[in-house]
């Protein structure tokens, strides 16, 4: 007995000289912890965001591959590398700089190029929130590949994705976002809302890639002599279908990781984003149901991406019943757009242009008709300032580029390479080696036992050119 009471006097002892030599907390000393708790969970959730929109690469590559055919489904995934790999040393170089560099004339910043913002022990931010402003940049280069899909020149698509990342993008982004580091732009000071990017990422990505599908003109075969459209069939539906739901997940990165905190804002913008995205998917299903007679899956597939773009500007401005209602008209849109650009002959083979470009701007505009804190004429109107400024910046600038490089290294393949596939002509490869795929037929179905002969092939290729 007497031995444990001593054991328990050692013990107290002991705790109180632990006790005695810490510092007792206080207000203060609380704040401070707290602050550093909500710091790192901060840094945290803006990478994991950075994640998630760094997985819509494969969902983009996805989609785009699906929905075209197999004889060029390496180039597409080149296309979609490069588009990240050289678009990130491109912003980190370049393009960062003039989108939140200092700027004193509100219309792009002139410092923090090759990130020299950031320097050993000092504040790492700068890190983190370029990580996830680069993988916004990829998002907005990479739209622009499925519009100029099966017929692109692979070093001339190098060319415009360094100029996107480097320029037109981080130029537009600068007058919209700036304020978010170090910028301030001149669009966002008139009370621009476009809280994730429906104009800012996702219009410019649809302008220039309308630019680039004029510029190229329509793939062979796509439209007859008399005007009619020929459906040039996707290869894999379901590989285009899993990069949809890829997309639909990289989106709630996307939109909800653009609080850069974490804080419980997210809360309703994850479901503003999850609500828009199936309005939209819905209502394009039935509009094609109503106009094709069938459910059609790519329009449905493309509906539930068009209500993503959508709700992206007001995803964190709008009620649940709002998101609703933009998803749907942007589902009804996409589907209306899509044959639209089919009519005036610009060839499309994703509907990029129609999802990106079109419904970006429809999100921007609902971001002040249905803000949840009232609108009124001048919020609109400011919206609509912003809608047409991406547009007139982003359409002739990539129009000229385009141009330009068509000029000079060349933009579209010739004839017989379109017709071989770009998967051998531009890479050497082939992405199903264990199956027969058809070069000069328009639907990228099974080649026929005789194509096998390379004379025989080479005459189809040539017969082919000459009638189209």
Known sequence: MKSLIISGLLVFISFAGAWAGDETPTVLTNKEAIGLVQTHADYVWTLVAAALVFFMQAGFAMVEAGFTRAKNAINIMMKNLMDFSMGSLAFWAVGFGLMFGVSKTGWFGASGFFLSDFSPGGDPWVLAFWMFQVVFAATAATIVSGAMAERTKFSGYLIYSILISALIYPIFGSWAWGSLYKGSGWLENLGFIDFAGSTVVHSVGGWAALAGAIVLG???GKYTKDGKVKPILGHNIPLAALGVFILWLGWFGFNPGSTTAA?????????????AAAAGAILAMFMSWI????PEVGMSLNGALAGLVAITSPCASVTPMSAVMIGAIAGVIVVFSVLFFDKIRVDDPVGAISVHGVCGAWGTLAAGIFNIGGTTMKIIGVQLLGISACFLWVFPTAFVMFKLIDRTIGLRVSPE???????FTEHGGNAYPDFDISHSGGMGSVAPAFAKSEAVAGKMVRKTAEQT
């Open 417 to 423: 390479e379109e017709l071989e596939g770009l998967d």
């Open 291 to 294: 106009k094709f007679g069938k």
């Open 263 to 275: 804080n419980k804002d997210i809360a309703m913008i994850f479901v503003n984003t999850n609500l």
């Open 218 to 220: 329509p793939r062979l």
